[in-house]
């Protein structure tokens, strides 16, 4: 499949605005992708090569992606600059100037050959890296027409703005190989299980809508999480829940995802599916030797505390842990505890279905609690006063609410 395709599809993408124009121009693109290459073209319709978990960044700046382009299009870097500051766009720029240099070039670029040049680019590290990875750049460029390079470069920079979501390539998807939007929401529920359009869209291309429906959480990959509805009174939140629910402190902290997988590794994901394993190795340690299932996903609050008084810290002193260098400093200077709100799966159980209150009890019994490693305080409650004094409880104990 030539890349050129994708690349027209992107053009289209952009000059559309209603939402249904958009789903039936990316249904177009899913129709002529063969199915071996629908994971493929899925991340790269997000702008990624890989799932945001993975970790996989391609590292290139545009000052950079620029003197890829100058060695490319075979002029100096100062025209490069010069023309960006005209088009406003280093991919636009890219386009226009591999037109003036060789304006009937045919498109060749294959979309495998495209996405294994840009995973070179990204896996260039250490000594030399900025060199590996302009030359990868290069070396596409090269081979691409204008429209093509308009895109590489984009992509290469973070900067593909298409215009859609993930929504939008999911409503594509299903209208194309499970029967029509109405199957959006199965779909939708794979991919905030699994983080991985790709994945869905592997499964669906090979099983169909039946498979993605049989898809479960599974170690390793994030769940991507459900974030809370604010309702302003306690009656709000009662009559919205059936008159009866759990009141569970929320902690001013960091909320982590920890996946602990069958060969015995343990990672932790933030919110935005960030890899912090590295920055609280103790939060890993305490898990490691207090988390019970061989296999598990695990939720819960990383806080700063005073090891001195006990009490939690303020949401900035555990923030001064999100770093690269210094982590041993950080540790003893900025100590955290974990209170565990959440089991979303043990050794092959999917728990996400169940009832919140039996996802609570496995929980309970899937750990052994430690004064830095505790359940996240929760009561059940079924009227107005009772909410606002485990509120103010929470408050009073240094919690948000």
């Known amino acids: ?174 209208e194309v190989h499970a029967g029509g939007r109405k199957a959006r929401p199965v779909l939708e529920r794979a991919y905030n299980i699994c983080s991985d359009l790709g994945l869905v869209a592997a499964t669906l291309a090979a099983g169909g809508l039946e498979a993605v429906e049989a898809m479960q959480v599974r170690a390793g990959n994030p769940v991507r999480p459900m974030l809370a509805q604010r309702l302003s009174e306690p009656a709000e939140i009662l009559a919205k829940l059936g008159g009866r629910c759990a009141a569970e402190y929320k902690y001013d902290g960091i909320r982590v995802q920890a996946h602990r997988t069958a060969d015995g590794q343990l990672e932790l994901y933030t919110r935005r599916l960030d890899r912090v394993s590295t920055q609280f190795p103790e939060v890993v340690k305490l898990l490691q030797e207090h988390l019970l299932p061989r296999e598990a996903i695990l939720e819960g609050e990383v806080v700063a505390f005073d090891p001195a008084s006990g009490e939690l810290r303020p949401f900035q002193d555990v923030m001064f842990r999100r770093r690269k260098y210094g982590i041993t400093e950080a540790v003893s200077d900025y100590p955290v505890s974990m209170f565990c709100f959440e089991l979303l799966y043990a050794d092959g159980a999917d728990l996400t279905r169940l009832p919140y209150l039996e996802r609570r009890a496995a929980l309970a019994e899937a750990i052994t609690t430690a004064p830095r490693l505790r359940l996240a305080t929760a009561e059940q409650v079924d009227d107005e006063a009772e909410m606002e004094r485990v509120f103010e409880q929470a408050v009073a104990e240094g919690c948000e609410g």
């Open 1 to 174: 499949m030539r890349y050129q395709i994708i690349a027209e599809t992107y053009r289209d993408l952009e000059g559309a605005s209603a939402r249904l124009e958009l789903i039936g121009r990316l249904a177009g693109l899913v129709r002529q992708t063969p199915e071996g290459l629908l994971p493929t073209v899925a991340l790269l319709c997000q702008g990624q090569i890989a799932p945001d978990f993975a970790g996989v960044e391609l590292g290139l700046n545009e000052r950079l992606a620029a003197r890829a382009v100058a060695t490319a299009t075979e002029v100096p870097p100062e025209q490069v600059l010069a023309t960006a500051r005209e088009t406003g766009d280093l991919g636009l720029t890219a386009e226009r100037l591999l037109g003036e240099l060789d304006p009937d070039r045919a498109a060749t670029l294959e979309v495998q050959v495209v996405f294994e040049g840009l995973h070179q680019i990204a896996a260039a590290e250490g000594t030399g890296s900025q060199g590996r990875k302009l030359a990868g750049l290069v070396g596409l460029l090269q081979q691409a027409t204008p429209l093509e390079a308009r895109y590489l470069v984009r992509t290469c920079t973070g900067s593909l703005r298409l215009g859609i979501g993930t929504a939008t390539i999911l409503d594509a998807l299903a």
